[in-house]
Each structure stands twice: as structure tokens, then as C-alpha cells.
């Protein structure tokens, strides 16, 4: 992985090589203080270690009794689906991957009836075993396996902590089982039994993913000169700073579009508190372009734009034509074509005097996406200790919680009378 | 449509009842003006008086030479698939919808391989008719037709201007071709041809969608407090003036999310300029929650939320359950589920003081659509002339049309120059 941070100086808001220089003495006091939370497994820092702590062996061993599946669902929410999703999205597969991380109705419903229950596994991740969402649509999809005469416990994994109710479940019905990792938040945790269990039956080469987070752990080092990862986060922690206050992710390439969703739970969670934290924006390439491109260019001075792209990939000829006007494009490719737009795009960007880093990997494959999500999990640490953040915690969405269950008669929880407190001012367009 | 607007009423930022008084004179002017120009058919106000313009019949007997097609491919960028593809996931069909709207070769590979082509309607959108994505990727699909032994002429439909190399296309090969209406900007066209004719192909009720968007027209008025998209466009606006750059919008159904890419382009090509303009930030409920809802609710105060919902769906009930602690979910439902999360995470946001706006459409079906369509059209046409800016223009995405153009061969474009001078500084992570 490379970071190209070259189009962040002079530009507005932008940064000096001079001051790149200042702030570097605090990266190399920030990789201290991650290098001492690895060496002692510190929550959080933990899942820095992950690439030398991760057993693909385990994993691969646990879904082995699921003999050539059609389909695997996963049961998840958040953190419990986002980084097994990327990997499935981004690589290639005979088995169909799906992620009940919704309880749309509408949508399990349409999932339920698609899916041939006799052959997917289903693989619930929930790291307390209690969270409502995961739960609910674990009661549905276990009951229409019963319906339609499929044993569910032949055709359920499970990954989750040392206690709770899928603990148990899995204990009495002897379902295999994996165990999310110590110090690990589920947003961290893409590297570990809760990203890996999907790819494993799949097929992907698990090894090659750990392989490439070992490598992007390997460049790690105490200058942000010396390090892709943390010059992405340092710069981007610098632009924050000075007002950039949105992270547009702009991959060019389709698979990695659920990567640009990861991204942005990662950095959401791990930076918006105290009020401070960029703001994730996920596009893709090349066509927000035709959709997003005017405001970046044009509106409020208020983001960095991050480019990721592949340097190599399969190509589609472009055939001749007589068309008017287009015969340049002819004899071309889709993939030059691309290449032309992002190069265009980042100079347009440029031009204007707007901030954009680029990030490049060799190609969409296994080692290269673990280097990849490995980095960017670097690059958010480091933002949050140049920050002074709590980078592993997300307090905020407690409250929320404590107020949907109590609707729901979970329990007496205050939180749930501010809803019926609600100020209304409705304007009404019924006819 | 409804709109809540009581949750922007005194947080931070926020609003008072006085100020939106004094707003709603300008509000009044601002109607005078957008009357006008729906009056004179003025580029951009005309795409308001497409719910009388629209002509569903020449539609529906254009494409009605396709009998019983398996699937629809839309080859179309921006404008020209955002709100088709808004329709066609919102909706179910028989008839499968894809969107080639990227020049990703991975993907259209991908696509071409999956599609019945002897079964597929090719639907070509470009008001220009050299769209380069656009084009590149028809030449493509038609040669994929070509080899498979497929008369492409029989399978293509055109959407395209009086003029260029489509319309010409479209004449030499007695091809059936669907106008662009004049004056209609393409985020602003889903009530037109460019946005219905797939889903005449899907076999939806366009009559009904066009119903909405008369709906809607009619619930215009020269008063936020008697409009509901025109309160939606003078508290964004408002609050975007007091801090709050980012509009999330947070639909609470599956079946909008693409609606929430079709009201990213409509905000950030319209109102992303001068220098301001809001940044659209796309999510969705109950998923995000566990993703975006730290930073919304603990982050920087630069958010309006914008809730989106229907009142009524078909709902899943959710097993009872021995499981422990979980009882209080048994007997209930998906869709119970669903809404408690969402008046929690309504509620949430308001107890830290931080604005919301809650739009809530009877049910998604066609009619509803329609209107909650129109709705932000409007909602963000009132926004642009409070903000005295030009709605309807994209000046800033051509600088990087001309560059791409020029480096691939085009024509000699000096924006193409400026690729070659980029500044470099690259950390790199080579092993």
C-alpha cells in the first residue's frame, strides 16, 4: 500500500511540508504509546496484534463440517458484518455471501425467500449474544428453516464472547462455534474469527488476508514519512484540524464499494466524540463523479478527499466505432477509461486548490485488502491518539439502545419517556 | 408526505419559531419566482411541471414492443440512472433492473456474463448522446450482444436529445427513442422518460408515480408551514447558514436506499457551489445506528439528520423466545422492532440537542413516491433561491470532463496538462 500525500500541501485547507515536519514528533510519541498497547494486548490496541494472533487454522477447522454450501448468511450488525462484507464484496466467490444486518421486514422477507435454507449456513455474530436486531432476525431465520423442514442447528455457526445466549445456544446444541477475540471492538475486528468465518466458506485464502496485515503492520514505524498508514492518519487528523470536517472515500473500483462503508463506520465510531471527528462520506468511482464531484470541487472548503484505487486489474477492450465524435474511445478500455477519470478527477481537485490523498494497492486480491484494512485501522488509531480521542469506545449510541428496549417492554429505562416528549411541528401534505 | 420539522426547534444548531416566521417571507418571494418559471417552462422550474408534461402513454408504447423481457440494463450515468434505479429498488418486479453506470470492467464483465442477453432490454440514457461512461459501455454491451448471436437493434431502447450521435443511431436503425424533455436537468428527470421508461419495463403503475408528483405540486404554497417540501428546503437551508454542512439522510427502509443516492446528487450538484452548499451524507436505519449514530449524536454540531419513513409495511413477526433476556422481543415484530429504533434514535439525537427532521410517506408504492420525489426536488429548488444560487447548473465537473477527454486522445484539452505537473510525495509500504 501506498499514500500519496503530495496534493495536501498548499492547498486550502492544506499543510506544509514545515509543519509535517512539527507534527511528526507526535506521531513518533503516538507509535510509542500503539507499539505499548500491542505489547501488552490493551482493548483496542489488541486488534493491531490481530495479524499474528488471528487462527486461520480454527476458523477454517470450525466451518469445515459445512460440506460445499450454496449460500452463507450472516446475522450481524455493524462491526459484526461490515468487515466480513467487504471481504466477501470485494473478492470473487461460487458462494453467495448475504448480510441480514437490517430487521427491515420487507428485506428479510424477500432474503428468506430467496435463499435455498437446505444449502446456506447460517453465521450469526453477536458479541454479547444479546444485541436485538441480530437476535430477532436469528428467531425468524431459524424458524423458517424449521418451517421449510431444515435442522437449523446442522446448518449454524456462531462467533461470539465466553458468555450470553448464543454462547449457551451453541453449548446446548452443540453448533460450532467461534469466539471473538479479547480487546477486540467489533469495528476492529475484520482481521479476526468475526471478518474471517465468511471468507473461510467462501474459500478466499484466509492466510493471504492475515498475510497482508501483517505486512501493513510490518510498515509501521515512528515517522509518518516511514509509514503509509500513519501519513494517512496523521494528515488526515491534521486537515480535521483546519476544517475539513468530511472524508469523502472515493475507491475506483465496484468491489470496493463495501469497503467505503467499513471506512466509514471505523472512522465514525472511533473519532465523532467530544465533539470533534470527520465525517464519513462514501462515493465511488467514476460515477459520483457525475453526481458529487461540483460540490467537492466547488462547495464548502470543509473535506479531504481520499482516492483508493487498484494499480492493476482485468480489462474490457473497448470496440471501434464510427460513431461521431468518439472514435477516441474506440480500440480503448473500460479499465483506461477509468484510469483516465480518476487521474482527471484527482487534478480537477487539485486544481482547485482542495485537499486529496491517494491511496494505491497492488491489486483487489486477499493480501492486498488485508494490508489495506489493516492500514486504515493504523491510520484511525493514530488519528485518535494525535487527537486525544477514546478511539474505542462509542458511549453515545448507549442511549439509544436503553430507549429502544424500553419501548419495546425490555425493561424500565427513563430514556424511553423523552420519546413521548417529542416537540412536533408537522407541516402536512395530505390531500 | 409529512414533514416534522418540531426536532430543529432550539438544539444546537437550531431554530426559533420567530426566525422561521421572518423566513417565511422569503419563502413567499422565493414561490413567486419558482411559480414563474414553472409558468415559462424556464430551464430547471420546468422539471416542476413534469407531473403535467409527462406523457406515461408515449412511454408505455415505446417499450411496448419488448414482450416479457427477463431483465432491463440501464446504460446511463448520474442523472440518467439515479432515479430510474431509485424507482426500480423501491419496487419489486419480475423484471430484473440493472444499472451499468460506472466504467468499472470488473463489473460490467461481471454484469455481461450474468444478463439473459436474448432476454434483456438495453436502455441507453444520454441527453448528449457522447457521454464517454455511457457510451464506452453500450459499445461494449452491443458487441457482447453481436457475439452471442443477439440482434441488438431488436433489444436497445434510446433516451436521448433531439440531437447527437444516439438520436442519429436511433434514426438509421428505426430503434425505438424516448425524448429528454427540454429544460429538465437530469437529477432533476425521474418523473420523465429518463426515469420512467424502466419502469414501464418493470411493469409499474407510471400513471400512479406521475399521481404522486401531481400531489405533491399541488400541496406547493406560498408558506413553509403550509408546504411540506418547501419546510424541508427553508430549514435546511437555515440550518446549513448556522453550521450544519452535512445532511444525513437516514431512511428507514431498505428499499430507499437508493433514494438516498438519488437525493445526494440532486443536493450536491444543485446546491454544492459558491462555496457552500450541503454535503450529502447517505445511510440507513436501523444498520447505521451501529455505524454512524457516535459521531451524529457526539460528533461536530454540522448534522442535520433527515429521517425518512414509511407509515405502514407489511411486516415478519418475530418468534417467541426462551432465550434469556430476550423474551421482550418474542411475539413482537420486524417492523416493531424497526420503529422503536427509529423513535429511539429520533429521541437520542434530540436529548443531545442535535436538529432533526422527520418526512414520513404513507407506504413505498408508486404514488408515494412520486410525491416524496417531488418533494426534494422542490424542497431543494426553494433552498437554491434562498441561497441565491444556481440550482441547475454543474459548471465545476466539466474542468475534469476536458481532462479525461484530453488524456485519452480526445482532442487537445490543456486541463489534461495539469495531470502531468501533480505534486508527489508517496509513502510507500513496499516490501
Chains 1, 2 share one sequence.
Not at 28 to 50: K, P, Q, S, V
Request: aromatic residues 6%.
Amino acid at each position: 500500500m501506498d499514500v500519496d500525500i503530495g496534493n495536501v500541501l498548499g492547498t486550502s485547507p492544506g499543510l506544509t511540508t514545515e509543519y509535517l515536519d512539527r507534527l511528526d514528533d507526535r506521531v513518533t510519541d503516538a507509535h510509542g504509546t500503539i507499539e505499548d498497547g500491542m505489547a501488552t494486548e490493551e482493548f483496542g490496541y489488541a486488534a493491531l496484534t490481530l495479524p499474528e494472533t488471528a487462527d486461520p487454522d480454527t476458523i477454517r477447522t470450525t466451518v469445515s463440517g459445512f460440506e460445499d454450501p450454496e449460500a452463507v448468511v450472516t446475522v450481524g450488525i455493524g462491526g459484526s458484518a461490515l468487515g466480513a462484507a467487504t471481504l466477501a464484496n470485494a473478492l470473487e466467490s461460487d458462494v453467495d455471501a448475504y448480510f441480514l444486518d437490517n430487521v427491515d421486514p420487507d428485506h428479510t422477507e424477500r432474503l428468506l425467500a430467496e435463499l435455498p435454507l437446505a444449502e446456506t449456513v447460517v453465521n450469526v455474530v453477536s458479541n454479547s449474544g444479546t444485541t436485538a436486531e441480530t437476535l430477532a432476525n436469528f428467531l425468524v431465520i431459524r424458524e423458517a428453516m424449521d418451517r421449510n423442514g431444515v435442522d437449523w442447528t446442522e446448518r449454524t455457526v456462531v462467533t461470539t464472547g465466553p458468555e450470553g445466549n448464543l454462547r449457551r445456544l451453541a453449548d446446548r446444541h452443540d453448533l460450532p462455534a467461534l469466539d471473538v477475540p479479547a480487546g477486540v471492538p467489533g469495528r476492529f475486528s475484520v482481521l479476526s474469527t468475526v471478518g474471517l468465518a465468511v471468507a473461510a466458506l467462501q474459500g478466499h485464502d484466509v492466510e493471504a488476508i492475515i498475510r497482508g496485515g501483517a505486512d501493513g503492520k510490518a510498515s509501521l514505524a515512528g515517522s509518518l514519512y516511514d509509514s503509509p498508514a500513519y501519513a494517512y492518519g496523521a494528515v488526515a487528523y491534521a486537515l480535521a484540524e483546519r476544517g475539513a470536517l468530511t472524508n469523502v472515500l472515493l475507491p475506483y473500483a465496484e468491489s470496493l464499494e463495501t469497503f467505503a462503508e467499513w471506512f466509514a463506520q471505523l472512522w465514525a465510531e472511533s473519532l465523532g466524540k467530544d465533539g470533534v471527528g470527520q465525517t464519513p462520506a462514501r462515493a465511488l468511482g467514476a460515477t459520483d463523479q457525475h453526481s458529487q464531484l461540483q460540490l467537492y470541487r466547488a462547495g464548502p472548503r470543509d473535506k479531504l478527499v481520499t482516492f483508493v484505487r487498484p494499480r492493476e486489474r482485468a480489462d474490457v477492450a473497448i470496440p471501434e466505432t464510427d460513431l461521431e465524435g468518439l472514435a477516441y474511445l474506440g480500440g480503448g478500455s473500460l479499465g483506461g477509461l477509468l484510469d483516465a477519470e480518476f487521474e482527471a478527477t484527482e487534478a480537477s481537485l487539485a486544481a482547485a486548490d482542495r485537499p486529496t490523498v491517494r491511496i494505491e494497492i497492488d491489486r483487489v486480491d486477499e493480501r492486498a485488502l488485508g494490508e489495506l484494512l489493516y492500514g486504515m485501522e493504523a491510520a484511525c488509531v493514530l488519528y485518535g491518539e494525535l487527537a486525544s480521542l477514546e478511539t474505542f469506545t462509542q458511549p453515545a449510541v448507549e442511549w439509544g439502545k436503553r430507549a429502544a428496549r424500553g419501548l419495546l417492554g425490555g425493561g424500565d429505562f427513563p430514556e424511553a419517556d423523552a420519546v413521548s416528549d417529542k416537540r412536533e411541528l408537522v407541516i402536512s401534505g395530505d390531500r
